[in-house]
């Protein structure tokens, strides 16, 4: 009796550890062969990003292509930001699940183009808009000569403020960032209305681009490239006079600097409760602003300024690019959806929908709102993170997210920027 | 594999049916030899097909230059053994590894104890109560790992959890806004080893009761009758019995902590400083699928493996001789 229980003891352990230990192997899935795609599917499949093609242009974009395309269908799958870039390394290797035409965001899209994950689309350029294209995300969408990737919009990173909070304290609209930095605090000690949980500024660790603003503006950057090898220039007096500086406002002018990822999306609702002075999110986040904080006059806007007064300062230039994959699965339909995203239609409701600057610059004269008149000129002044495949992995791997953590967290610049400097040179130097 | 088991399964049920002759004796008893082999054949053959082909790819990757060029198609480069000198070379690496087995010994022997601790709750519970008990323990059990975090994520939410207003309403002003996971590595796996503990408590009770719902009464009480106390009949009586089942969860509850990733993965996702919060899994899964070196990833995920094995094997070699094998 006890001899049957034991062995059948010893039966279910060494099923038990069989199964523990294969669950430890690392399933990630075999390579594809690349090749240059073009099978005759007509099942065409787009993947577009949360919060960037506004729901009735993906409509009309389904339609018309279906109805120019007869017998083809086009489906349109909205991906989340978080996580993108490990999804995007599985998927596109994979010639049954890849999706056709994509979107990347502008950091990320190296990564893609230098492997061989994305279709050579040189010939497409003229078509697509030519010099009508922004330059920068062009750049970022090449490799060796070659164009994989067009800009489909930029997004301008803009300064939402509590003009009522400013004359209620006595601060005149900041003209250079030394004056910004001074209005924050001295808006978060006086906290005018007496609001509890009150911030002069919101600035989060979590949320890099925002932190970027005045990295760039100092003359810093996270890396630069001299020659073949790329050196971590976080620890230089540029970048670290920046990071002093954000540091202060983290530590003297926010409740809010260790706030997640999640409480940076939803930073608006905080400024809507009325619990913060400045609040630097994208051109399109007015939208999301009270209309009767609008209505009130209580909203104003500014771009970041720069380090002289009356100067106009470096933000990070946020947006997407697109382009179609090597493992797609009709080349032709896959450039025709391109060329519908190029269309005028399309680029016009980009900027009057989405409030986006559109791929094709020119469009960029139908943005409205509040934001519409400093948003080219934010764009014109905008600092890409450095341009290399290595950098969409260490973005994907939340580096630069982590390195900002840490300062509000109230490590020592000089230390986190050193050892972040020699991450940083790793990774792009192996690239 | 699945056709092999059907035409043999009728044929080794109708043998016996024939009656005893001096034929088929021997012939009877080298069919009930195979058939047990031919019954392994299926989940063995499952075991292979599932776990056997990752493995020998990690294993066969942890030798190439393997990278996100090879994964769009270029042929991968062998590189011998550098993948391995470079993984065991990093300083980083030794912390990610000391790291994992403090959190993997902290969280087991945690869960063991509490574990144990409401088995013989449950044991001296009446009806009610006990049910009560178990359907909690079952259902936090059951529930997916991630809806279980995002409940934690907001009982520990800085400004809204639960948490941080129960502690300032107590009085300990300091926790007002006090993010508990980005704050610091410490309040991090603290929250961290709640999760995976809370997870896996359920089990370790239930297969604990469970065993012991199997004692011998009669030892128990011969144990009263000779005049052992309630803490001397557990420890001198009750836990040597129930040994080879406490041995067997402790060593899945170690395999288990050693490489968990979900909770880690997802608490970074808010916490925002995976460097100081990587264990060995999140680390394997930053390296492989988030830089896209699954070559180092590969020698990374098989160096993890032989600690495993090396944590558990002696483990094994005890559970195996009380199995008399």
């Known amino acids: 009796m006890t001899l049957t229980r034991r062995s059948l003891l010893a039966g279910a352990t060494s099923a038990a550890v069989l199964g523990g230990l294969a669950a430890c192997g690392n399933d990630t899935s075999s390579g594809g062969s690349g090749g240059s795609g073009g099978g005759g599917s007509k099942d065409l499949r787009v993947w577009f990003m949360e919060d960037s093609i506004p729901e009735q242009t993906r409509t009309w974009l389904k339609q018309t292509f279906e109805e120019q395309n007869a017998g083809s269908t086009l489906t349109i799958e909205v991906q989340q930001w978080d996580g993108i870039v490990s999804k995007l390394q599985t998927s596109l290797a994979s010639k049954d699940s890849s999706p056709d035409v994509v979107e990347f965001g502008n950091t990320q899209v190296a990564l893609f183009s230098s492997v061989g994950a994305l279709l050579d689309i040189s010939d497409a350029e003229e078509t697509l808009g030519g010099s009508d294209l922004i330059q920068s995300f062009i750049d970022a969408g090449s490799w060796e000569g070659k164009l994989y990737a067009t800009p489909l919009y930029a997004g301008a990173r803009v300064y939402y403020y509590r003009k009522d909070l400013f004359a209620q304290a006595g601060i005149a609209v900041p003209t250079s960032l030394d004056e910004l930095v001074a209005a924050a605090k001295t808006l978060h000690a006086a906290n005018p209305e007496g609001t509890p949980e009150f911030s002069g500024i919101y600035m989060p660790g979590a949320d890099p681009h925002t932190n970027e603003g005045w990295l760039f503006t100092h003359g810093g950057q996270y890396a630069e490239q001299d020659g073949d090898t790329w050196k971590g220039t976080l620890s230089t007096p540029e970048s670290q006079a920046a990071l002093v500086q954000v540091q202060d406002l983290m530590e003297n002018a926010t409740k809010y600097a260790l706030d997640s990822n999640d409480n940076v999306q939803a930073a608006h609702q905080l400024f809507n409760a009325g619990k913060l002075g400045i609040y630097s999110a994208l051109n399109v986040a007015a939208a999301k602003i009270d209309q009767a904080m609008w209505d009130a006059d209580k909203v104003g806007v500014l771009a970041l300024p720069g380090l002289t007064p009356g100067s106009i300062g470096h933000t990070f230039s946020g947006g997407s690019s697109i382009g179609i994959s090597a493992n797609n699965h009709n080349a032709d339909l896959s450039r025709a959806v391109l060329e519908l995203v190029y269309s005028d239609e399309f680029m016009t409701d980009m900027a009057k929908v989405g409030g986006w600057i559109p791929g094709r610059t020119s469009f960029a004269s139908n943005l409205t709102g509040p934001t519409g008149s400093i948003a080219q000129e934010i764009i014109e002044n905008s600092v890409l993170t450095p341009n290399s495949p290595q950098w969409g992995v260490l973005d994907g791997n939340n580096v630069p997210r982590d390195f900002w953590v840490r300062l509000a967290r109230g490590e020592d610049p000089k230390t986190v920027a050193a050892e972040v400097d020699k991450t940083v040179a790793d990774a792009l130097n192996k690239g | ?325």
């Open chain 2, 1 to 325: 594999m699945v056709s092999d088991q059907l035409t043999t399964a009728p044929a080794g049920t109708a043998r016996p049916r024939r009656g005893p002759t001096a034929r088929t004796g021997p012939r009877r008893r080298r069919s009930s030899l195979a058939v047990p082999y031919l019954l392994l054949v299926l989940p063995v053959g499952l075991v292979c097909l599932a776990m056997g082909y990752p493995l020998v790819r990690q294993f066969v990757m942890s030798f190439q230059e393997f990278g996100l060029a090879q994964q769009f198609g270029q042929p991968p480069e062998w590189v011998g053994l550098q993948n391995y000198t470079d993984v065991l070379s990093d300083p980083y690496f030794w912390v990610v590894t000391a790291r994992s087995i403090a959190f993997c010994a902290a969280c087991a022997a945690i869960t063991m104890g509490i574990g144990i601790g409401f088995a013989l709750l449950l044991q001296k519970l009446s009806t009610g109560p006990r049910v009560a008990l178990q359907v909690a323990l079952v259902l936090a059990w059951a529930m997916p790992p991630v809806s279980a975090l995002t409940s934690y994520i907001w009982l520990t939410e800085p400004r809204y959890g639960v948490v941080n207003w129960f502690l300032t309403s107590i009085g300990l002003e300091g926790f007002a806004g006090f993010s508990w996971l980005a704050d610091n590595q410490w309040t991090f796996f603290g929250v961290a080893a709640t999760t995976v503990i809370w997870t896996s408590v359920p089990l370790v009770t239930l297969m604990t009761y469970a065993a012991l719902t199997q004692l011998d009464t009669e030892v128990l009480e011969a144990s009263e009758l000779d005049g052992a106390g309630g803490f001397a009949r557990l420890r001198h009586v009750t836990l040597p019995m129930i040994r080879p089942v406490v041995l067997l969860v402790a060593m899945l509850e170690i395999i288990w902590d050693l490489k968990v990733f979900t909770q880690i993965n997802v608490l970074q996702g808010v916490a925002g400083n995976n460097d100081a919060t990587n264990l060995l899994g999140t680390y394997v899964y930053q390296t492989g699928i988030g830089g896209g070196e699954y070559g180092t990833a590969s020698a990374l995920a098989t160096v993890m493996l032989l600690i495993v094995l090396l944590m558990t094997w002696r483990y094994m070699r005890t559970l195996m001789k009380q199995g008399d094998i």
